[in-house]
């Protein structure tokens, strides 16, 4: 029996021939990361427990990233506590405020992450780099505690689902709406303690920065890891950037998989995920109906240049609705000036939006763009639960960047399309 | 709670006896501890904001001792560890469920939270009811209503971190071997 490429990434950081669906492991890690929620616990964890050395300086991140630039004095205690142990400890890779920049964004970017990686991260988001050919997933701050002292971390090997996109995606379709759809279709717990692997045509050809905005998400389907075999495309995108050896792995013809599920991209729209769970995903042009008080375009799901870019496209010579706030937050300082040097940022000051520092802010309702009662976004970020954002009675409907920033001309949930056609009306 | 955490395997003490809370299906992370309040770390501090978006009165209503009961996908979303930490600070002796989310189901294992997975309780238990369940065993008695369940069972390595007290006095102590 053939094993999948979440499976020979396993084995091989647990140093076996081969490992199975259900087995329980502790596998050696190549990277593992904190932020400034939950690094903080971890560190205090890892002191109270004894432990005096990290495993190894150089494959550490700590990424002060949700509340910074620090919004209150409690934060910023946080954070000097992560810098402090940074300091003591000669972590490598800490970052703070004109270094950086959303973690899920920044990793990969920096080239600290790479394909056959064991990544594993304190924030649900981690497995962002699945999109690179990583085993990558979300933990807690005592499972980071015990990794940064160890280098080691239980995992119980997840059972793989296959899913397949057939055919090619309509105009502005992305990877925001194919995970939409997959979550639409399976649910947010669709895919429980599994692997996500995604393949087929329409992956084959999706940009690098689709692809991960694709695996950050296949936690709201409850999934332990997603992950895209690495190619050309992937090949591509670690050249002269990964820092350390790449190992490919691709799953065997004859692997095991659970489920599998077969999709043509033709029949994916662009979608939303309305309130209050990602699963709950309608079409994105049956809701002029809704109308918005603020629209985000930006976080670990969809703040990278490519999703400023088709912001921008769409907003180019358009004006924010006059009862919307449209907030745009590259994920890194070199989005940011790329953004910049591409004219990015001057069509989003003529549109009348705000181009914000690199923070998670807005997602989590943290800071910069926090709801009031009664109020609604549309958001590319990744969850619409109660009270995400801001009040207990604020909504978010979860989108990507091009129905995201029709909606922000709009001041309703509108798709690129409706915005051209009542343009010409 | 700090004993109960550094309980030794040999102790035959896994016996809990609780009021029940009950939940429904898909509870977040964002529900059991809003995302304004991870500024906060210590445990008191985060129970007084326990589940308050579902019920802003909860945190005063619970009491130790006490025992959650939800339906499917408990635990879902963030990675957040508060969420266990405002469990254990109100006094929670335990969470059951359908199923768990898994960052929440280690987190749980990781920081000595006891958990349980049983369909047949999340089905039968209403909120309210005082039940008694065997972490050993597995098994939930329900005192109100005169029944009893299973609950799946532990694997080895679980059945160890637990027993460890958490998952980093069982790395410390490997660590020593």
Known sequence: MGMTITEKILARAVGRESVAPGDLIMARVDFCLGNDITAPVAIDEFEKAGFEQVFDAARIALIPDHFTPCK??????????????????????????????????????MGLVGPGDVVIGADSHTCTYGALGAFATGVGSTDLAGAMATGEVWFRVPASLRFVFEGELGPYVGGKDLILHTIGEIGVD????????????????????????????????????????????????????????????????????????????????????????????????ELADTRIDQVVIGSCTNGRIEDLRAAAEVLRGQKVGRDVRCIVIPATQAIYQQAMDEGLVDVFLAAEAVFSVPTCGPCLGGHMGVLAEGERAVSTTNRNFVGRMGHVNSEVYLAGPYVAAASAIAGHVATPDQIQSRRAA | MAEQSMRGADEP?????????????????????????????????????????QDPEFPRKVQPGDILVAQENFGCGSSREHAPIAIKGAGVQAVIAKSFARIFYRNAFNTGLPILVSVEA?????????????????????????????????????????SAGGLLPYLKAREQR
């Not at chain 1, 300091?87 to 990793?107: F, P």
């Not at chain 1, 905005?213 to 990964?242: H, L, Q, V």
């Not at chain 2, 309210?128 to 029944?147: F, P, Q, S, V």
């Open chain 2, 13 to 53: 003490q896994t016996t809990l006896e609780g009021r029940v809370w009950t939940f429904g299906r898909d509870v977040d992370t964002d529900l059991i501890i809003a995302a304004r309040y991870l500024t906060m770390k210590e445990p008191e501090e985060l129970a007084e904001h326990l589940m308050e978006d």
């Open chain 1, 190 to 285: 669709g895919a429980l303690y599994r692997a996500m692997e995604f393949t087929g045509p329409v992956i084959e050809t999706l940009s690098m920065d689709n692809r991960q905005t694709m695996a950050n998400m296949a936690i709201e389907a409850g999934a332990k890891n997603g992950i895209i075999a690495p190619d050309r495309i992937t090949r591509e995108y670690i050249e002269g950037r990964f820092r350390r050896e790449p190992r490919y792995y691709e799953s065997d013809a004859d692997a095991a998989y659970e489920f599998e599920y077969r999709w043509r991209g033709e029949d994916i729209p662009l979608l939303v995920a309305k309130p209050h769970l990602p699963s709950n995903v309608a079409r994105a042009d």
């Open chain 1, 72 to 109: 209150d004095i409690k934060t910023a205690m946080l954070v000097k506590q992560m810098r402090e142990f940074a300091r003591r400890h000669e972590i490598e890779h800490y970052y703070d405020v004109g270094r950086v920049g959303v973690e899920h964004a920044l990793l990969p970017e």
């Open chain 2, 122 to 162: 999340a089905d039968r238990i209403q909120e309210g009811d005082r039940i008694r369940a065997d972490l050993a065993a597995g098994t939930i008695e329900n005192l109100t209503r005169n029944e009893s369940y299973q609950a799946e069972p532990l694997p080895e390595f679980m059945r160890e971190l637990v």
